[in-house]
């Protein structure tokens, strides 16, 4: 069985600061992706990445960089220099491949809390 | 482009009555899928549509919960009678194709409170 684990429930960060926001998974599956989303007050998901398990670069998108490392099964969210905007509740995810289609496993998300 | 919306935003309901939300897709996906969240567990799969068929229903939690998706456009999703524990934020996703590779996309979700 898939499983996502993010251990922190929530952080608490003055802005600018950089803060790392872990996701940790557990799959038998070879091939897989990893996702992570964003769920600000407003309260829609909004999509942030997708990484598959063949691609371990890390990546990096403005202030955003995700690690994934497959040694430790994990895929870590990094912001730097925080901003308010960037309070939300942030979800990593792991696609399961079911008879050729995909389901979305959830981690129970962290609550990031960027305060002026 | 549209994104996936969701109706409605909310919903106070008391034990034993009926709900039905709403979720309409991007336009052009075939694959709609709906979650729920119950307060402080993870984000759970509940059932994924193509077009109008449903592919897989396994996460549907009992036969209280009925889905369709009429004509392959919109869903909807009856809990009928609810109860307390039916209490949570069911989201809807959609996605252009069902693999693991096809990025879903979410709606805002609809919560849902049973009294």
């Known amino acids: 069985a898939q499983k996502v684990t993010q251990a922190q429930t929530e952080i608490s960060v003055v802005e600018k600061e950089d803060v790392t926001l872990d996701c940790v998974y557990e799959t038998r599956d070879t091939t897989y992706y990893l996702f992570w989303y964003k769920q600000p007050p407003s309260g829609e998901l909004v999509f942030l990445i997708r990484?598959?398990?063949?691609?371990?670069q890390n990546e990096i998108s403005g202030r955003y960089s995700w690690n994934f490392q497959k040694s430790t099964s994990s895929f870590n969210f990094t912001i730097t220099a925080s901003q308010v905007v960037d309070s939300a509740v942030y979800f990593c995810a792991l696609s399961e491949a079911n008879s050729g289609y995909s389901t979305l496993t959830f981690g129970k998300g962290t609550m990031l809390l960027v305060s002026p | 482009e549209a994104g996936v919306t969701q109706f409605p935003s909310h919903s106070v309901i008391e034990k034993g009555q009926t709900v039905t939300l709403r979720c309409d897709p991007i336009s052009g996906h075939d694959n709609l899928y709906w979650y729920r969240r119950v307060m402080g567990k993870e984000i759970k799969f509940l059932l994924h549509f193509v077009k109008e068929s449903k592919q897989d229903e396994s996460g549907m939690p009992n036969n209280r919960f009925l889905a369709e998706r009429t004509g392959g456009t919109y869903s909807t999703l009856k809990v009928q009678p609810a109860e307390l524990e039916d209490s949570g934020v069911y989201f809807c996703?959609?996605?252009?194709?069902?693999?693991?590779?096809?990025?879903?996309?979410f709606g805002p979700g609809t919560r849902l409170t049973v009294l």
């Open positions: 990484r598959n398990s063949f691609d371990e």
């Open positions: 996703a959609s996605s252009q194709g069902g693999s693991m590779t096809d990025t879903q996309y």
